[in-house]
């Protein structure tokens, strides 16, 4: 939990940082593979290549989705919708994240789901206004990186279950960024402009966001989410929710409502404990 919760707090920053800065004047695709190229040449030193196959390509895979296809989502998203938009939009992860994690072991825990959609409920809590007249675009567009990061983490953290004499996941985490690469590269050599970032601040922000956000924080998010259990997991996803609104309200001013806020986040809490105090225990006896 640790870990889920140190990138929490890392991450909230990228929802306003994208948002303000870069959407609309930094082309999206040259965007998603800077930050994927820098995360990617950060674990370069500390690669192990001699892996089994079915490993490196399953973590190959999981970059793919959880990194690769998910940014190409996330970003347009940010030409659609204000940053509180696409925060609400999130909203739906955690009800990904235990299903699908559910659907690979072949076995449906209610306990799991009832944990997600409180969460669920919290974060709507929080933000369920405000919405523009491209908000039904954009909700299918940030549905599309929610399945994508569900996916990703979900598969990451039974695939190292299916290993369980993998190398140090540090040693491994390079293959993660190798498939996100060949989903990128590809998209923006077809997609992208030539709508390079033009000052320092730009480009600080992608520096921050390709080693920080995206090469520290991706390898923490999977390696806590190997430590706790689905339910755990999906709740930390929606803890983004307050965490980005708070960020955003405090630095940049934005608009949001201080009761909605403080409930929605009561709620999300009382999830978390929800999960902790009886679902989780009450799993693991029944293993």
């Known amino acids: 939990m640790p870990y889920l919760v140190a990138v929490t707090l890392l991450w909230a920053f990228s929802f306003s940082l994208i948002g303000v800065y870069l959407a609309g004047a930094v082309d999206s695709y040259f965007s998603v593979f800077s930050r994927i190229l820098m995360a990617a040449l950060l674990f370069m030193p500390f690669m192990s290549w001699r892996q089994p196959p079915r490993l490196a390509l399953g973590l190959m895979g999981c970059g793919a989705l959880q990194l690769g296809l998910m940014y190409l989502f996330y970003y347009q998203s940010f030409l659609l919708l204000t940053v509180p938009e696409v925060l609400i939009f999130t909203v739906l992860t955690p009800v990904y994240v235990t299903l699908i994690y559910d659907l690979l072991h072949r076995r449906f825990n209610p306990g799991y789901l009832l944990t997600a959609a409180l969460a669920v409920v919290g974060a709507l809590v929080i933000r369920f206004d405000g919405l523009t007249q491209d908000y039904l675009l954009g909700f299918v567009v940030v549905q ?15 695939l190292m279950e299916r290993h369980p004499h993998h190398s140090p996941q540090h040693r491994l985490f390079g293959y993660f960024y190798l498939g996100a690469l060949a989903v990128v590269i590809p998209a923006w050599l077809m997609l992208g402009t030539d709508q390079y970032p033009t000052s320092s601040l730009q ?55 201080i009761l909605r806020l403080g ?25």
């Open 203 to 257: 480009w600080g922000i992608l520096l921050w966001l390709g080693l920080g956000a995206s090469g520290l924080g991706y390898f923490l998010w999977n390696k806590g989410a190997t430590l706790v259990n689905a339910g755990a997991l999906a709740i930390m996803n929606n803890a983004l929710v307050p965490a980005g609104l708070l960020v955003n309200l405090i630095i940049w001013n934005r608009d949001a409502d």
């Open 144 to 158: 599309g990186a929610n399945l994508c990061f569900a996916l990703g983490q979900v598969g990451y953290k039974v």
């Open 263 to 287: 409930l929605g986040g009561l709620i999300l809490l009382a999830s978390l404990w929800l999960n902790e105090a009886w679902i989780k225990p009450a799993a693991t006896e029944h293993d």
